[in-house]
Structures are given as structure tokens and as C-alpha cells.
């Protein structure tokens, strides 16, 4: 009776009911099990009375069920069932309970995800490197590794995601497996490894995945669409917007920057309206000239979102009235990675606090701030000559005319200079690092799944 039900359960639902309750009237546990999935969402009382019946006649998924059931009216009810089931082996269990745990107890969740991965549950193994993924994305690889080895398409994302820079190879091998798979992220991871070496190639990615509903890949072939086809760029900008993405609102801002300011406005205030960090701070750069008290506003706005470049405009705003002031916000920003902040951090603390400052010119040239690697020449002449000269070249190495004059005038004497420059040291010193006017619509980063991202 219960593999009739089985059978039947896609062709012809009612008759492979009435075929689980002859089942469960005779006691099969799984039949049970299946007749509370099959009332899960259209009538919850029943599911509960069969999920119930299954736990008690063994069936530990009747206890995943019930938990699943209580998870949105009552966490910790679920959390109980959860435990029943996880205590009695149940993966699955043992996945959901690790899920409900993740925040209060870390440790407490990844046991449970180690434990279920044992029992050879994809969900959990590729959980146990999302867990890792922040602090040592290298312990997640192999985790994802083996989730993906056997067939959790997710985990083949987030490992063309890991080998995005440093194998791109090996990162198209895995999005091309996920994208077979159908996971459509793939599709816009490998659209973003053609945007390194030919943007054509990008373009049918994009197509696939923003017909499959994925915004980030409307965004992107807005961007990609813009030189050549503003009107299907605006298109694609428009359809983003329409599934709910505020990124297509700021693109469409960008996209009219060059015929029409006071449209570029609308669509931004639109964006900054709706919450949207990078609306908040192209507003705020675009009216600073005109309004600077309302440009401010929206420069802490967009801060206070955690947006850097927020942080950056408040910074500048105190630099001359308030220059420890002008410094927090700097450091805000240079410590939530910004090689810009970083720059202007260092300029500012140089007149008080050589160390600090050297200490984040090198942050920000080590991330690769061609502007910092620049001054750290300058400031490394004297105590350094030869890390100096390393510096000075990967900035000349990187496109810096200012660095390339410096190793065409090396060694430097204390009269040497750059004619117009002044006197005195090293030929030229950089300009206050520079931030860019303008925000991308949509960062173009390929960001693994991680935290909310936990599956099973």
C-alpha cells in the first residue's frame, strides 16, 4: 500500500493519499510520515496529528516534521523536537537544530553539523564551512569540497566563489559544475570571470541567470549594456528594480549622470529613500556642492549603513574644523577594509603620529592603494631606502607617473625636486588619497554564502 502511494505521489496525489492512510490505518510508520508532509502547508492540524502518530511509532522525520511545524510560532518548541530527533540519530535533526543554534551557541551548532556530517548529510558539511568561512576560509575548503563532491550545488558556488582569484580555472570547473546543476549563481559567478578577459563572453551568463529572476545578473548587464545599448541597459536596470532590487535604482542614477543631473537625483534620492546605502552616498556627493547640510545627512546615512565611502564624506567634512573628529571617521572606515580611508588616515595622523600614519599607508598599500604605495616610498626614504625603492616601483609598476619621475630622479637628495614641487626630500608627495565621486550600482564582488546562507 505504501509504495503504491509512492508511486502515485507525482501522477495522482489523491489516490496516493487514500493509499498512505490504508498504510498508516495499518500502522507503517513512513506513510504517517508522508500524509503529515503532504498536509504541511494546507492544513497544519492534521500534519501535526500524523507527524505525531509517525514519532510515536518511531519514525524520528516525524519529530523533524513537528519541529518544522512549530519553527515559526515557537523556535524553542522546535528546538525541542529538533533535540528529540538529533538525540535519536536523525540527521536531518541534527542539521535544523545546528540552523536554530548557529547565533546563540556557535559551538553548539557546529557539533551538531559535525555530527550529522558523520552520518553523510551534504547540508551539513557544507554548513560546517560556512561556520569557517570568515575566520579561515582555507579549513572551509575542504569542506565544501567534499558537501560538493557529493552534489550540493551550493557548495560548488562557494568553491568557484573561494578560487575566484587566486585559480580562476578551477573556478569555472566548479560554477560550470553548479550552473549543470542549475544553480543559477553559478551562472552569474561565471559571468564574472568572462568580465575579466572578454565581457561578450560575459553576456549570455548574465542572459541565463536574468531570465532565471537573479537581479544581480540584471544589474551586471545593465552595466555591461551601458556604452553600447543604454536603452536595453536601462532595460535591465528597470527589471531589476521591479523585482525588488534597489541596486537598479542606482544604476539607473549612474546611467544618466552624463545627459541629465537632476534625473540622476530623482532615481538616487529614490534609492536613498528606500534604504539603500550606495543611493544615500552618490545623493550626498551629488549635492554637496548645492545643499552641504543635506549632503551631510546623507553621508552619515549611508556611514551608519556601513557604507565606507559614507564614512569617508563625514571624515572629509571635519578635516580642517575637527581634525580627531575627521580621524574616527577615517579610521571607521579604514578598518572595515577601505584602502582610500586608509590613505587619508595616514595623511591625517602624519602631522601628529608619524608611526600610525606609516602604520596605514602600508594597510592600504598592501591592499594594493597604488596612491599609498607612492607616499610609503616617501615616507620609507630615509629610515628604509631599499623597502623605499620596492614601493616606489610597484607604484611606477601600477601606472603612477609621480612614481615613475621619483625612480628616474633616484637616489634622492634633500634639494632634489620635481620642478613646481618645492624643495627639500623626496621630488613629489602624493595628494590626499582620492575617493571616487561616484559608487558603482552593484559591486561585482562574488560573495559566498555565509551566515542566513546555512542550509538544510
Known sequence: MYNLGVLLEDRDPEQARRWYEQAAEAGYADAMYNLGVRFRDSDPGQAQRWFERAAQAGQTRGLVGLGILASDRDPDQAARWYQQAAEAGNADGMVKLGILRKDRDPAQARHWFEQAAEEGNADAVFNVGVMLLDSDPEQARPWFERAAEAGHVQSMYSLGALYKDSDPDQARRWFERGAEAGDIDSLVGLGFLAMGTDPEQARPWFERAAQAGNTTAMLNLGILLEASDPEQARDWFEQAVEAGNTDGLVGLGTSAMGRDLDEAKRWFE??????????????????????????????????????????????????????????????????????DAMVRLGNLLARYDPEQARHWTEQAAVA?????????????????????????????????????FNLGAWPWTATQSRPGTGSGGPPRRAAPGAWSPWASCCDPAIRTRRGGGLTG
Not at 620609507?380 to 614601493?391: C, F, G, V
Request: proline share 3%.
Open 270 to 339: 529614490r534609492a536613498a529613500q528606500a534604504g539603500n546605502a550606495v543611493g544615500m552616498y552618490n545623493l550626498a556627493v551629488l549635492i554637496r556642492g548645492s545643499d552641504p547640510g543635506q549632503a551631510r545627512d546623507w553621508f552619515e546615512r549611508a556611514a551608519e549603513a556601513g557604507h565606507t565611502g559614507g564614512m569617508i564624506g563625514m571624515g572629509a567634512q571635519f578635516e580642517d574644523s575637527d581634525p580627531d573628529q575627521a580621524a574616527r571617521w577615517y579610521q571607521r572606515a579604514a578598518e572595515a577594509g577601505d584602502a
Open 368 to 404: 594594493g592603494n597604488v596612491n599609498a604605495m607612492f607616499k610609503l616610498g616617501i615616507l620609507l626614504n630615509a629610515s628604509d631606502p631599499e623597502q623605499a625603492r620596492h614601493w616606489t616601483e610597484r607604484a611606477a609598476e601600477a601606472g603612477s607617473a609621480d612614481a615613475m
